[in-house]
């Protein structure tokens, strides 16, 4: 199947930990995004690569690192987790502006 | 700065009556917009682009420059459009789309 797909869908951690959501899409697009969907289910933007560069780094706390080993994925690392860090974690891709985006089903994140 | 607004949290219309999801825009250059739409829990699914001029499961969306706007209408709701819809914009520069706080779309039976 081609699409966006996000690993692991659920991740229940501890307060201070540090994990990691992946993110893999084999539309040979050029562009990859995450964005944030938080408990108002609104969505923001926190980071886009093209083609392994970062292009867009909007304001995160630098505790999130996204890494891009090639065009076709791109991780977000998160260092000691805060509560506020809870939300649904969605990565994207798209080729054109004018095209969209293609979304991966989220990774509900939860902070205890 | 690209900014969507839409008004509305809220929508709630019985099966069968006509729906029209409110979005408003502000960007200074030619932009490019869209819907999509979530269903619960599940992933965000385009819906339609401006530029295509298509209809998708009954919604059509037409762009009006003057009044900054790109409402979402369909003539006869039915229970299966409940969904929360986004609006969202991309202008110029690393492709970024910007999302409107989102509309929850509930058809009663």
């Known amino acids: 199947d081609t699409a966006v797909s996000q690993t692991p869908k659920y991740l229940v951690t501890q307060m201070g930990n540090d994990k990691s959501i992946k993110c893999e899409q084999n539309l040979g697009h050029d562009t990859m995004y995450w964005y944030k969907q938080d408990s108002k289910k609104f969505l923001k933007i926190m980071f886009s690569?093209?083609?392994?560069?970062?292009?867009i780094n909007e304001t995160v706390p630098n505790r999130f690192s996204p890494k891009s080993p090639d065009k076709a994925h791109l991780n977000l690392h998160i260092n000691s987790l805060e509560l506020g860090d809870s939300a649904v974690y969605f990565c994207?891709?798209?080729?054109?502006?004018?095209?969209?985006?293609?979304f991966g089903s989220g990774t509900r994140l939860t902070v205890v | 700065a690209q900014r969507v607004t839409q008004p509305e949290k809220l929508l709630s219309v019985f099966k069968g009556a006509p729906v029209e999801l409110k979005c408003n825009y502000s960007?200074?250059?030619?932009?490019?917009l869209f819907w999509y739409v979530q269903y619960s829990r599940q992933r965000l699914q385009l819906l339609l682009r401006h530029i295509s001029r298509e209809s998708i499961k009954g919604f059509t969306a037409d762009l009006n420059k003057g009044e900054t706007s790109f409402h979402l209408k369909k003539p006869f709701a039915q229970e299966e459009d409940s969904a929360m819809y986004y609006c969202a914009l991309s202008g110029l520069g690393g492709n970024k789309l910007v999302f409107g706080a989102g509309t929850i779309l509930r058809v009663k039976s």
């Open positions: 690569y093209n083609n392994k560069e970062l292009i």
């Open positions: 994207a891709s798209s080729q054109k502006r004018s095209y969209g985006y293609t």
């Open positions: 960007y200074s250059g030619s932009p490019e």
